[in-house]
């Protein structure tokens, strides 16, 4: 199978497979036997490489779970930390976010939060101006979110000018980078946000290990409560392994990004040039974009036909997101954009796709849409 679906989970780097293979046992970091602290120290030596990559400070990393808890306790935590202080204001959010934070902000809606949509551009790329609009409009919102790059089209957002205004606005701003981390620069201290949520498995770590980084004023209330680790905004028993492991796929991603960014940009124009001709695809990505997807939307066919086709060929791609509970439903982004009533295809790449795992795609992909087309 030729996987085109990195952007949903992309495979274990070899030096990650080993070290994995060779660590030995891990104590409790929190015990204060000799044991425990060897832990603390893999720990703390974890979060100081994670944070020279990603431009904070370590005492600003919580490690979490993955992405989805991270940006749980950011957008939960920051709004039950203004609703605490006495001052409930609203959540911006724009309507292209992927399913964590949307599924978050619906709940926090149901328990009372007031939340202001911003609208997208026909290529996913959100209105800044009405995020500023909306960060004040009928008194000060309590925080912001907003991705770093589209999970499904690519299209880099306006994080200067969205970070500018909250900034002005005195409101929180949260930037989901899980799936920007390790194909775009991100240097935290620079982006003007109060938090930022990333994950391992999008750039060749372990699953189930992601990290929230909170800057020293941000005010956040603990989703968990426990032992008071981290700042105590993350109670419970800390993975040192994971952490390790995240660390140095962090560390490889960030020193190959500008040759891979590269490798992979070429690969998608090519993949963007051969099916732009063919009849009835469009391109829905602009730049500036994510240089290992490819999106594009077919007429006349159902996703899941075009999905199901290519899994047959022996394609591994995506109509979306993969975190909806594996349940086919009409992408809310592509809606986001105008469309409906098409087959959204996402093909993202990673460091294992090669040149001749594109052209392979490419020989299938006509004779998939038409097979789709023809299912309808």
Request: proline share 4%; glycine share 10%.
């Amino acid at each position: 199978m030729r996987l085109f679906d990195h952007a949903a989970a992309t495979s274990m780097r070899p030096s990650v497979q080993r070290a994995l293979a060779e660590a030995a046992p891990l104590a409790n970091p929190a015990s204060t036997h000799r044991e425990g602290q060897r832990a603390r120290a893999v720990l703390e030596d974890a979060r100081e490489r994670l944070a020279a990559v990603l431009g904070a400070h370590p005492t600003e990393v919580v490690l979490t779970s993955g992405g989805t808890e991270s940006i749980n306790l950011a957008l939960k935590g920051a709004w039950w930390a203004a609703r605490d202080a006495g001052e409930p204001g609203a959540l911006v959010v724009p309507v292209a976010e992927h399913h964590a934070t949307l599924d978050a902000v619906a709940w926090l809606e149901r328990q009372g939060a007031p939340v202001r949509w911003v609208g997208v551009d026909a290529h996913a790329v959100t209105d800044a101006e009405a995020v500023a609009a909306a960060l004040v409009d009928g008194g000060r919102a309590s925080v912001a979110t907003m991705l770093v790059a589209s999970n499904e089209v690519g299209s880099l957002q306006p994080v200067e000018a969205v970070a500018d205004a909250s900034a002005r606005a005195g409101v929180p701003l949260h930037l989901d980078a899980v799936g920007a981390l390790g194909h775009v620069p991100l240097r935290f201290a620079e982006t003007g946000a109060a938090l930022m949520s990333v994950a391992s498995h999008k750039i060749g770590g372990p699953h189930g290990v992601g990290a929230l980084v909170v800057r020293r004023d941000a005010r956040l209330e603990a989703l968990h409560h426990g032992g008071g680790q981290q700042r105590g905004l993350r109670s419970g028993t800390q993975d040192a392994l994971g952490a390790s492991l995240f660390a140095l796929a962090a560390e490889e991603a960030l020193a190959e990004l500008d040759a891979e960014a590269a490798r992979l940009r070429a690969l998608t124009e090519r993949i963007l040039t051969a099916a732009a001709a063919i009849e009835g695809v469009r391109l829905l990505v602009a730049e500036p974009r994510l240089p290992h997807i490819a999106h594009l939307v077919v007429e006349g066919a159902e996703g899941e036909a075009l999905q199901f086709l290519l899994d047959e060929a022996g394609f591994a791609v995506s109509n979306g997101s993969a975190c909806s509970a594996g349940v086919a439903r009409e992408s809310h982004v592509v809606r986001a954009c105008g469309l409906s009533g098409v087959a959204p295809l996402r093909l993202s790449l990673g460091r294992t796709t090669t040149e001749d795992d594109v052209e392979a795609l490419l020989g299938a992909l006509p004779t998939a849409v038409a097979r789709a087309r023809a299912l309808r």
